[in-house]
């Protein structure tokens, strides 16, 4: 059985900083692209960071410059390092790999169970 855990969620300041992990646990051939997206409240679900399998990245245009993503293959763990917070990055954070757990080079999308991650002084 697939899960992804998230940790590191909470409540920050303006301005401070803040790091999300996901780990992939269960039985799992390879991993293909490892992502973190978020929800406002009342708002749709966005991407904010992507880890392709071949290194690349790529972000959300809010979020440029503030927030890295990196991936430890060896843990099948996905970071996001998260500074110069501000307001209106409070919501819920996902992360989301896409997984091949039965060894046949088929991916399926799976998703973590979302992180609070507040911004507020």
């Known amino acids: 059985q697939v899960q992804l855990v998230e940790s590191g969620g909470g409540l920050v300041q303006p301005g401070g900083s803040l790091t999300l992990s996901c780990a992939a646990t269960?039985?799992?051939?390879?991993?293909?692209?490892m992502a973190w997206h978020r929800q406002a409240p009342g708002k749709q679900r966005e991407l904010v960071a992507v880890?392709?399998?071949?290194?690349?990245?790529d972000y959300a245009d809010s979020v440029k410059g503030r927030f890295t993503i990196s991936r430890d293959n060896a843990k099948n763990t996905v970071y996001l390092q998260m500074s110069g917070l501000r307001p209106e990055d409070t919501a819920v954070y996902y992360c989301?790999?896409?997984?091949?757990?039965?060894?046949?080079?088929?991916?399926?999308?799976?998703w973590g169970q979302g992180t609070q991650v507040t911004v507020s002084s």
């Open positions: 269960g039985t799992i051939f390879s991993i293909n692209a």
């Open positions: 880890f392709t399998s071949g290194g690349g990245t």
């Open positions: 989301n790999a896409a997984i091949d757990y039965r060894g046949n080079s088929y991916y399926t999308q799976f």
